[in-house]
Protein backbone atom coordinates (compact mmCIF):
# COMPACT_ATOMS: atom_id res chain seq x y z
CA UNK A 1 0.00 0.00 0.00
CA UNK A 2 1.51 3.23 -0.89
CA UNK A 3 0.67 6.44 0.91
CA UNK A 4 0.26 9.95 -1.12
CA UNK A 5 0.43 13.33 -0.19
CA UNK A 6 -2.75 15.27 -1.89
CA UNK A 7 -2.45 18.89 -2.28
CA UNK A 8 -6.08 20.11 -2.81
CA UNK A 9 -7.66 24.03 -3.56
CA UNK A 10 -10.59 25.13 -2.36
CA UNK A 11 -11.14 24.33 1.46
CA UNK A 12 -11.41 27.33 3.40
CA UNK A 13 -12.32 26.28 6.78
CA UNK A 14 -13.00 22.83 8.97
CA UNK A 15 -16.43 22.37 7.03
CA UNK A 16 -14.35 21.98 4.21
CA UNK A 17 -12.07 19.34 5.69
CA UNK A 18 -14.69 17.11 7.43
CA UNK A 19 -16.45 17.13 4.03
CA UNK A 20 -12.91 16.55 2.12
CA UNK A 21 -12.33 13.30 4.59
CA UNK A 22 -15.45 12.07 4.08
CA UNK A 23 -15.59 12.32 0.13
CA UNK A 24 -12.15 11.02 -0.09
CA UNK A 25 -13.53 7.47 2.71
CA UNK A 26 -16.34 7.23 0.53
CA UNK A 27 -14.35 7.07 -2.57
CA UNK A 28 -12.38 4.20 -1.01
CA UNK A 29 -9.24 5.86 -0.16
CA UNK A 30 -7.73 5.08 3.48
CA UNK A 31 -7.70 8.64 4.72
CA UNK A 32 -4.68 9.48 6.96
CA UNK A 33 -5.37 12.75 7.77
CA UNK A 34 -6.50 16.01 6.38
CA UNK A 35 -5.34 19.21 7.10
CA UNK A 36 -6.13 22.81 4.93
CA UNK A 37 -4.84 22.06 1.53
CA UNK A 38 -3.47 18.42 2.10
CA UNK A 39 -4.41 14.74 2.92
CA UNK A 40 -2.38 12.16 3.04
CA UNK A 41 -4.09 8.75 1.87
CA UNK A 42 -3.08 5.14 1.54
CA UNK A 43 -3.93 3.12 -1.24
CA UNK A 44 -2.73 0.21 -3.75
CA UNK A 45 -3.60 2.58 -6.93
CA UNK A 46 -0.67 4.50 -8.89
CA UNK A 47 -0.17 8.45 -8.83
CA UNK A 48 -2.11 8.83 -11.97
CA UNK A 49 -4.56 6.81 -11.32
CA UNK A 50 -5.30 8.91 -7.79
CA UNK A 51 -4.97 11.81 -9.63
CA UNK A 52 -8.14 11.05 -11.85
CA UNK A 53 -10.15 8.90 -9.27
CA UNK A 54 -9.60 11.49 -6.40
CA UNK A 55 -9.58 14.69 -8.75
CA UNK A 56 -13.06 13.70 -10.27
CA UNK A 57 -14.87 13.06 -7.17
CA UNK A 58 -13.54 16.00 -5.50
CA UNK A 59 -13.91 18.49 -8.64
CA UNK A 60 -17.73 17.05 -8.14
CA UNK A 61 -17.70 18.99 -4.76
CA UNK A 62 -16.04 22.09 -5.56
CA UNK A 63 -12.44 21.09 -4.58
CA UNK A 64 -9.42 20.85 -7.03
CA UNK A 65 -6.84 18.22 -6.44
CA UNK A 66 -3.86 19.93 -7.64
CA UNK A 67 -0.66 17.61 -7.10
CA UNK A 68 -0.51 13.78 -5.80
CA UNK A 69 2.69 13.08 -4.13
CA UNK A 70 4.41 10.10 -3.44
CA UNK A 71 5.63 9.27 0.11
Sequence with gaps: MNTYRLKIDGMGCQHCVSKVTNILKESGFEV????????RIKTD????????????????????LTAVIAE
Design 45 to 64: MTPATVLKHAGEVLEDEGYM
Design 32 to 39: VSVEMENA
